[in-house]
């Protein structure tokens, strides 16, 4: 039988990773990479890919959602303690009798305004609403439905005279006498 090259020799590529190639010098078919080596690795790989778009990167997403969600509770927290610390003062001061801390609370329990005071008609309106009144900002409803808003009619411009037209002025008149 002839010998075969020294290049047709040589172990395939997962024999020099996998063994010792002074322990095994001929090429045993079971070293060579098959099908069977491909279908376990394309296989391994589809798991691994698989499992990280089913449960890793819906977990991850899930997880970043939470955390903004968890930044805005705090800075809503930061809010809220902000007007509690307001109000247990403005509780202190109206306990201890300052007249501006009853004032205000009048004012406040009435909707008065003082001159040069604003109000915010979104939290006026939505205080209203918790209240269970109506929408003060809701159109008045009616039993017949609203027409469109027209612009109203105008009426003709009057005729101005052209200025030969005119009557002569007084001085220039001749009068009769």
Not at 113 to 136: S, Y
């Amino acid at each position: 039988m002839p010998s075969k090259p020294d290049s047709a020799r040589r172990p395939p590529v997962t024999s020099w990773v996998f063994r010792c190639r002074g322990l095994c010098p001929e090429v045993r078919p079971e070293d060579s990479f098959g099908l069977h080596d491909l279908l376990f690795w394309v296989l391994f790989l589809a798991l691994g890919a698989g499992w990280y778009f089913g449960q890793f990167e819906p977990q991850r997403q899930r997880n970043e959602m939470l955390t903004g969600r968890a930044k805005v509770l705090e800075s809503q927290l930061k809010e809220e303690r902000v007007e509690l610390e307001r109000l247990k003062r403005e509780s202190v001061a109206l306990q201890a009798g300052h007249p501006a801390a009853w004032e205000r609370a009048a004012r406040a329990q009435l909707g008065w305004l003082m001159p040069g005071e604003t109000v915010d008609l979104q939290t006026w309106r939505q205080e209203k609403l918790e209240a269970g009144e109506p929408d003060p900002l809701a159109p008045q409803l009616t039993g017949r439905p609203q027409a469109a808003q027209q612009p109203p009619a105008r009426r003709p411009a009057p005729r101005v005279r052209s200025a030969e037209a005119s009557p002569p002025p007084v001085a220039a008149r001749q009068t009769r006498r």
